[in-house]
C-alpha cells in the first residue's frame, strides 16, 4: 500500500489483533486521538460468503463498540476485488472523544482482508481524500 508523505508507519502490527500494518498522520492533532489506517487479516474458520462475513462484522461493530452508530453499509472495492464497505460512528471511552470510522473488507485465500480508517468524528473529513485516493486505491492483497 501507498501512503501520502504526510503519513507514516507505526510498528509492525499486532499479531493478537491480526493487525499487520497501522498508519498515522505526522505531526500531532487536537483532539488527543491521532487518526490512524490499520490493515487487518483474520482467517476465516470456515468458507464464508461475503454476505455472511458482513452480517457477522456489522453485529461485532454494534455490539463491542459504545454508541455504535452505522451511517452506511454498501458494496465496494479492495485490492480489484467485490468488497464491503460501513462506515460509523462510535465512543473511544479512554480518550472521552466520539469516533468515526470507515472499514472496507475484502474475502481472498480464505481469509478477510481489513482496512480501517478511524479519526475523532470531527477530523475525519480532514484525512478522508488521502486515504481514498491513495491508500486504499494502492491497496493489493498478495
Do not use: C
Amino acid at each position: 500500500m501507498n501512503y501520502p508523505k504526510t503519513w507514516e508507519q507505526k510498528g509492525t502490527g499486532d499479531p493478537l489483533s491480526g493487525t499487520v500494518a497501522r498508519f498515522v498522520p505526522k505531526g500531532n492533532n487536537s483532539t488527543g486521538f491521532k487518526p490512524e489506517l490499520t490493515i487487518s487479516v483474520e482467517p476465516l474458520t470456515e468458507s464464508m460468503s461475503l454476505a455472511d462475513y458482513t452480517t457477522a462484522s456489522v453485529a461485532e461493530i454494534i455490539e463491542f463498540l459504545p454508541e455504535a452508530k452505522i451511517f452506511s453499509s454498501e458494496s465496494a472495492r479492495l485490492a480489484g476485488d467485490k468488497a464491503h464497505r460501513v462506515i460509523y460512528t462510535g465512543k473511544d471511552e479512554e480518550n472521552n472523544v466520539r469516533l468515526k470510522s470507515m472499514q472496507v473488507w475484502v474475502l481472498k485465500k480464505n481469509q478477510a482482508y481489513i482496512v480501517t480508517y478511524t479519526a475523532a468524528e470531527d477530523e475525519y473529513q480532514d484525512g478522508l481524500k488521502p486515504v481514498e485516493e491513495v491508500m486504499m486505491k494502492s491497496f493489493k492483497v498478495r
